[in-house]
Each structure stands twice: as structure tokens, then as C-alpha cells.
């Protein structure tokens, strides 16, 4: 299936780039014989969103300074054509490095793109994978800070590691999680093992953000 591309990242959308799907709102012409005509409606979910276009099998590729930074693929995408904003279905997102090495790859259900600022927001079983140590971090739902270049969230998560598995609330990362920030640690369990309880106190706090990579109050970890 031959896929449709989005305007260049991060830059004001173009309508005339945006193609609707042929196929949404189809009417079967009757058959020569006199069969009865069939009609295929579009789903609620799509005529709640008041869509003006819509795409489907896209890819994109984000661009700073003429460095590639994320690609992404996306089952279908929704158009609102006096906005900036694209929403997304059943999509994966390629973060890369300045040297054009992929970093870690993100998955969603479903989420919201910023086509001017480049910021994203996925929801519904997110989970991003990095590309070297093969991470896995599980959570409902996060958001990416294109400027900043980090993934946050203040919901319950997973991180599974190698030596050990962190789960808590809350987190700031990179996209390859060099550096993960927890900021309510709840449980830190050896790779194999039973879980333990993380402590509530800053002392137990920065515990746990140590075993994620980063301390508390360091901004290389991506605090705001």
C-alpha cells in the first residue's frame, strides 16, 4: 500500500497536501440485475472528531536544523484543516539521534499531533521500546516535548530493564532512557525476582531515581 506523507516538521500544514480517503462514506451502485444498494457509514468515533480530511498508510518524517529526528508511520490520521493539529490512529514513531542513529520506538492506539510545534501526545497502551539496550516502558499515556527532545507523563507506569523492573508514577525521559527520571517511585523489583517497595520519603524517592538512571534535581535527566 502505497503510504501519503505529512508536510514538512515543524511547519504550518499545507491543505493542499492533504488528501481525503476515497471510501469513507461509500455508496454501492446498485446492480445491473436490480440488487439493493449498500452503504457503508463512517464509524461514530470518526464523525465525533468533525474531521475535514482524512489519510490513511502515512509517514512523516520530523526534521531539525535538517537533521531527522523522529519518523513516523500512522494507520490513519485525521485532519482538522483550520487547525495544526492531526489525530492519529494505531501508530509508531522512530526517535533518532544526531548522527541519524535510531534511538527507541514508540507505539499507540491513538494520539495528537502538533504539525507547527512538533509536540505529541499518545494515549492508550503506549509503550516505547529503546533501540540499544532494549528497555520497555509500559504506560496509558504520555507526551513528547519536541523543543526539550523528552517523553513525560503523570501516570502509572513499567520500566523493564535488564537488572530489574521499576514501576511508579510519573517520569521524565529521553527518548532512548539514558536518563529516567520517576518522580513517585512505587516499586523496584530484580530482574527475576519478587518486588520491594520503594521508599515515600526523598531519601526513598531518590533511591528510586537513582535506580532509573538520573537523580532528582539533575536537569540532564529532564527536569522542567
Known amino acids: ?3 501519503r506523507r505529512l508536510p514538512a516538521w515543524p ?3 499545507a491543505p493542499a497536501l492533504v488528501t481525503a480517503v476515497l471510501g469513507l462514506f461509500v455508496a454501492l451502485l446498485p446492480a445491473a440485475c436490480g440488487g439493493k ?12 472528531l468533525n474531521a475535514d480530511q482524512v489519510m490513511t498508510g502515512v509517514e512523516h518524517t520530523m526534521t531539525r536544523d535538517g537533521v ?5 508511520e500512522a494507520d490513519t490520521v485525521y485532519y482538522l484543516q483550520n487547525g495544526s ?8 514513531i522512530d526517535f533518532f539521534g544526531p548522527v541519524g542513529t535510531r534511538r527507541s520506538t514508540l507505539t499507540a492506539l491513538d494520539g495528537i ?10 494515549k492508550g497502551d503506549v509503550i516505547v521500546v529503546d533501540s540499544v539496550g532494549g528497555q520497555r516502558l509500559e504506560t496509558s499515556a504520555l507526551q513528547y516535548d519536541a523543543t526539550a527532545d523528552r517523553l513525560r507523563s503523570d501516570t502509572s507506569f513499567v520500566l523493564y530493564r535488564q537488572r530489574d523492573t521499576i514501576r511508579g508514577r510519573g517520569f521524565v525521559t529521553d527518548p532512548s532512557m539514558d536518563t529516567v527520571r520517576v518522580l513517585q517511585p512505587s516499586a523496584i523489583s530484580p ?7 520503594a521508599g515515600v520519603d526523598s531519601a526513598g524517592a531518590r533511591r528510586g531515581e537513582t535506580a532509573a538512571g538520573s537523580a532528582a534535581d539533575s536537569d ?5
Do not use: C, F, I, W
Open 1 to 3: 500500500m502505497r503510504r
Open 11 to 13: 511547519a504550518a500544514p
Open 37 to 48: 444498494e449498500k452503504v457503508e457509514v463512517a464509524s461514530p468515533e470518526l464523525l465525533d
Open 68 to 72: 531527522r529526528r523522529a519518523h513516523l
Open 85 to 92: 493539529v492531526a489525530h492519529l490512529r494505531h501508530y509508531q
Open 113 to 122: 499531533y502538533d504539525m507547527k510545534s512538533g509536540d505529541m501526545k499518545a
Open 191 to 197: 530482574a527475576g525476582g519478587g518486588a520491594g517497595r
Open 220 to 224: 540532564s535527566a529532564g527536569g522542567t
